[in-house]
């Protein structure tokens, strides 16, 4: 079992940065690839951002490319997302999450554990 402790969440005006963490229990974090996912308001769960078991490899949706980063410190068992140039449209809950396989990053479904999330409110 691995749980997922998400916390940086708060209110930033429209360009700003946030830093987002999310802290796994256990001892196997490195094994497993990570993925933050965000909600908002009446609309679905969409992907952000993912990263490898080793950091090699990452994913972004498009919608934060060149404004977020995600990576992570295995020796912490911690996985963060910076957040750059933030628009009001980035308001929402995000979620960390842990999956052991390979594949399927953007897929949400495919992860098997998830954090409680964390409230990111952008001001325009």
């Known amino acids: 079992q691995v749980q997922l402790v998400e916390s940086g969440g708060g209110l930033v005006q429209a360009g700003g940065s946030l830093r987002l963490s999310c802290v796994a229990s256990?001892?196997?974090?490195?094994?497993?690839?990570m993925g933050w996912f965000r909600q908002a308001p009446g609309k679905e769960r969409e992907f952000v951002a993912a990263?490898?078991?080793?950091?090699?490899?990452?994913y972004y949706a498009d919608s934060v490319k060149g404004r977020f980063t995600i990576s992570r410190d295995n020796a912490k068992n911690t996985v963060y997302l910076q957040m750059n140039s933030l628009k009001s449209e980035d308001t929402a809950v995000y979620y960390c999450?842990?999956?052991?396989?390979?594949?399927?990053?953007?897929?949400?479904?495919?992860?098997?554990?998830w954090g409680q999330g964390t409230q990111v409110t952008v001001s325009s």
């Open positions: 256990g001892r196997t974090f490195s094994r497993y690839a």
């Open positions: 990263i490898s078991w080793n950091g090699g490899i990452t």
């Open positions: 999450a842990a999956k052991f396989d390979n594949f399927g990053y953007r897929i949400g479904r495919s992860y098997d554990y």
